[in-house]
């Protein structure tokens, strides 16, 4: 349908030039100042690569565990550890230590921060068994712990036909032995299989 190219602007020409309908009243002055025209990509756009993504990758592969829990998190102001630790690598790099010193150097400062915060962990978990509170959650789950906690936990199971089948049997064989005379299941509106 050729006729459905172009923009607005050029629609409305045809449309009008073709008699298909009226001119509209904002022609004449979108025609004196036409709306912008971007420029579109013919498919070869480049993909944004940040002089640490290989120290980011390296990280990622060798702590797995590192990676952010939360995807909402993202966009948040703290970095990641794995981002860290590539900034951290280049930051060495370019004060002139060599790759292998600087990644090593700045695995060492994660393993020490991350200890850090388990030992504030433990602390805190003490003060709160103290004051007979509940414990803060933990800042590092396992890596098992923390696929646990990804993983959706299935709904919860409807009670069972049969259980409720049993009951209703139950509760009809109760009005039975309750009215006067024995009575039949039809005359109570109740429904034999």
Known sequence: MSWMKGDLLS????????????????????EASPPPVFPRSNGNLKKIV??????VRRFSRKHPE?????PNKVSAFIPDPARVYGCRVLELTKN???????????NMEYLAERKEKKKAYKRLKELAVLQDKAPPP????????????????PPTDPPS?????????QQKEVLLQDKPGGGSAN???WIDE
């Open 187 to 189: 005359h109570d509106h």
């Open 50 to 55: 940040l002089p640490e993504d290989p120290y």
């Open 96 to 106: 002139g230590i060599s790759e292998d010193d600087a990644m090593s150097v700045a």
């Open 66 to 70: 590192a990676k952010l829990v939360d």
């Open 11 to 30: 629609k409305t020409r045809r449309l009008v030039g073709g008699l298909a309908s009226r001119e509209p009243v904002w022609l004449k002055a979108m």
């Open 161 to 169: 036909v049969r259980r409720l089948v049993n009951q209703l049997k």
């Open 138 to 153: 933990k800042p590092y789950l396992s890596a098992k712990k923390e696929m646990q906690t990804q993983e959706k936990k």
